[in-house]
């Protein structure tokens, strides 16, 4: 017979699924909602899904219009990057301009010292400098900013300990 969609989802996607679901329902989108569906063979297939909620004439929903992007490829090259980079010590990040905020790769937090789960700020990443490099990394950033251009400059991380520890190539 038939099954219903969140009878394709992992568990842990079905309550994902179920906490979403009737936030979709009012606002009628669903946006880059990551869930792991399981395949006919019994693998896990992790897919990105986007819906728009269609509804009749008295607004009573009838169905939605989705689509659902196929991640396994994007993972499995991320797994592959995280491989090399902590094997060459070497990390990635970018930066959210409005929000401030870094988004990093798991080497980047290992050479830094800081913690996994933390929300890395431009701020919180200052501190990590040698105070001497501070300046010059501030001005170096709003440069790249301003001109759209790559960040390149060169500084030394603080140790856990607080003395300056490795250089580093942006």
């Not at 900013?145 to 960040?151: A, D, E, I, Q, T």
Request: hydrophobic share 40%; glycine share 6%.
């Amino acid at each position: 017979g038939v099954r219903k969609f969140p009878e394709l989802l992992t568990p842990a996607s079905q309550e994902t699924f179920r906490a979403n679901y009737p936030v979709f329902m009012v606002s009628g989108l669903l946006h880059d909602l990551r869930i792991d569906m399981v395949r006919k063979n019994g693998t896990r297939l992790p897919v990105l899904v986007n819906a728009t909620a269609i509804r009749d004439d008295d607004g009573c929903f009838v169905m939605s219009d989705s689509t659902l992007h196929d991640l396994t490829d994007k993972l499995r090259i991320e797994t592959q990057l995280e491989e090399a980079q902590r094997i060459a010590h070497l990390g990635s990040w970018e930066v959210d301009l409005p929000s401030q905020r870094l988004v990093c790769s798991p080497e980047m937090f290992r050479i830094y010292g800081v913690p996994p789960q933390s929300a890395p700020t431009r701020e919180t990443f200052l501190v990590t400098l040698h105070p001497d490099d501070r300046s010059a990394s501030n001005q170096a950033f709003a440069a790249a900013v301003k001109n759209r251009n790559p960040l390149d400059i060169t500084y030394r991380v603080l140790a856990a300990d607080g003395e300056g520890g490795e250089r580093l190539r942006e």
